[in-house]
């Protein structure tokens, strides 16, 4: 989702883009879009290994999902449990070979609404819903695993917590929930941290009450604006 807009704001910006994706069929795409696609699995370590260290990229973006083009539960509900293994074991890869092949900054995307229940807004320091059974719990733990291999890892991480995403290419036309963030701002506070914020987590998203956005605004100069 948040891909097909980036994309095109970094090549504007004058960013060299080389963009991954698991079809040779959407090669193409991505060369519409000026990016210099790269056909890879993130879960076939070897070749995600290759394909960065090829890309010598200076940044890294994170931003692997395997999200159902529909809202329907059956396929939501499936999507959460690959999704939570992208988030563990995709992470992992992509951080090895970010590593391996001399980044220095990795950008990681992550959600606004996994936390504990809580006092809101929800700060960046608060608990995530790691306990919770179900599909909660499976994206919870998900997230929390991404984020901590992200903090860990010898680079300049930073973790974007998005909120609910509206707007084109995406499932919803209005905001969904609590939290909500057009896809365009998710895409432009992903910019804006290719220079800005020191290494840690980012609440992103509509200032609505639900989640502090207040680290956002101040280290990476981010505040949603309206859509259009």
Do not use: C
């Not at 989702?1 to 991954?20: C, D, K, N, Q």
């Not at 795409?29 to 890309?55: I, M, N, Q, W």
């Not at 504990?116 to 608990?127: F, L, R, S």
Request: hydrophobic letters at 45%; proline letters at 8%; aromatic letters at 4%.
């Amino acid at each position: 989702m948040i891909g097909r807009v980036l994309s095109p704001m970094l090549v504007a910006s004058g960013w060299r883009v080389v963009g991954t994706t698991r079809s040779r069929d959407r090669a193409a795409y991505l060369e519409r879009l000026g990016v210099e696609p790269a056909v890879v699995d993130v879960f076939d370590k070897a070749a995600l290994t290759a394909a960065v260290a090829a890309a010598r990229p200076g940044i890294v973006i994170h931003q692997l999902t395997d999200l159902p083009p529909s809202s329907d539960p059956a396929e939501i509900a499936a999507a959460r449990e690959r999704n939570a293994r992208i988030r563990d074991v995709g992470t992992r890869h992509l951080v090895e070979a970010a590593v391996a092949a001399g980044a220095g900054r990795l950008i990681a995307q992550s959600i606004a609404f996994a936390y504990a229940p809580g006092p809101t807004p929800h700060g960046e320091t608060a608990p995530l819903n790691i306990a919770a059974d179900g599909s909660a719990g499976i994206t919870a733990r998900g997230v929390a695993s991404l984020e901590a291999q992200v903090m860990a890892a010898p680079l300049h991480g930073i973790v974007l917590r998005f909120g609910r995403l509206y707007g084109p290419g995406t499932v919803a036309d209005a905001p969904p929930g609590p939290a909500p963030l057009h896809v365009v701002e998710a895409a432009r506070a992903t910019v804006l941290a290719l220079t800005r914020g020191t290494p840690g987590i980012y609440n992103i998203a509509e200032d609505d009450g639900f989640a502090d956005v207040a680290k956002a605004q101040r280290e990476l100069g981010w505040r949603a604006q309206a859509p259009g």
